[in-house]
């Protein structure tokens, strides 16, 4: 059975929706659909800024994906963002009949790489904020070798609020009911590496939020899975001046490679310029008519 719903659905349905919820499997809940910095975007008042400051239903907060079951009591989520204490409590409303019994519901953390909307949420688990304890942090060596070295993540660990726990890429790792395995992907390197995740339950899942461009072997591992979460930063090539800084492959280039594809795409992080968030968009339309999905905050998909 397929389900999604919105944030607002939820709080006009209530009761029923929780009733609901917990008679489905695992689920993967988009915590954020934004890119890093989120829309509205801190400093803009572009159209698309100015409706969601408006109407918070338009609203993307930082890239992020919880995979939980409120039955089996689990909560894992991929890339800890900015907006890391909203998301705890989208978490908490949907496990609210069966609560996950802590004080943040999150059994793991699993990280793609070092940009700011992908890590900049570990600070809020430290003494400023909610103090937490060992906090298992799933990402490659190269990551664990960052966080040991460089603050707010180096005291962090020190003080036990996070624990890294370096996977070897490529490899399977199974945790409760599901597994998860990584591959490498070509993004502005700077610090440390940068992976995407598949998600190994009744159904397989990527999750690719960042990438600078396309490659044979990444294409080839979404053909081979169910649901596919991929880049959707920019539906052109020229939105914004520095393009040459932030490479990301267009929506329109993406389509065009994956027209032929039986995997479900929903594309995700979005930039704010990005046109497909204008629900009465050309852009919108032939992305949706041509067969693919637009995630948004608070979308469940049953996996």
């Not at 389900?3 to 993967?28: A, H, K």
């Not at 060596?141 to 020190?158: A, G, R």
């Not at 310029?273 to 050309?282: F, W």
Request: charged content about 25%; some cysteine; hydrophobic content about 40%.
């Amino acid at each position: 059975m397929k389900f999604s719903l919105d944030l607002l659905s939820i709080n006009l349905m209530g009761n029923f929706f929780i009733e609901l919820f917990v008679e489905l499997d695992m689920q993967l809940v988009i915590l954020g659909s934004g890119q890093d910095a989120g829309v509205p975007q801190i400093g803009c008042y572009c159209e698309n800024c100015v409706k969601s400051r408006e109407d918070k239903a338009f609203r993307r907060l930082g890239p992020s994906i919880a995979l939980m079951d409120s039955k089996k009591k689990f909560c894992y989520i991929f890339d800890a963002s900015p907006d890391l204490k909203e998301q705890v409590d989208t978490i908490n409303k949907i496990a609210q009949k069966e609560s996950l019994a802590k004080s943040i519901p999150i059994d793991g953390i699993f990280l793609t790489h070092t940009h700011f909307g992908h890590i900049a949420g570990l600070w809020s688990l430290g003494k400023e904020c909610i103090n937490i304890k060992k906090m298992i942090i799933h990402c490659t060596h190269k990551m664990k070798q960052f966080l040991d070295s460089y603050h707010p993540f180096k005291h962090m660990i020190e003080q036990e609020n996070i624990t890294p726990v370096p996977f070897e890429i490529g490899t399977k790792q199974h945790y409760n009911e599901f597994s998860v395995s990584s591959f490498e992907v070509p993004h502005r390197n700077e610090y440390v590496d940068t992976v995407g995740f598949i998600i190994h339950a009744k159904k397989t899942v990527v999750y690719l939020p960042d990438l600078d461009y396309w490659t044979e072997e990444i294409l080839a591992i979404i053909e081979e899975a169910d649901i596919a979460l991929i880049d959707a930063t920019f539906y052109t090539k020229d939105e914004i001046p520095r393009m040459a800084n932030v490479p990301h492959p267009p929506m329109i280039e993406t389509m065009e490679r994956l027209k032929n594809t039986t995997t479900e795409i929903y594309f995700t992080h979005f930039n704010h310029t990005n046109k497909t968030l204008d629900e009465t968009s050309k852009e919108r339309k032939e992305t949706l008519e041509k067969g693919f999905k637009l995630a948004y905050d608070g979308l469940i998909i049953e996996i």
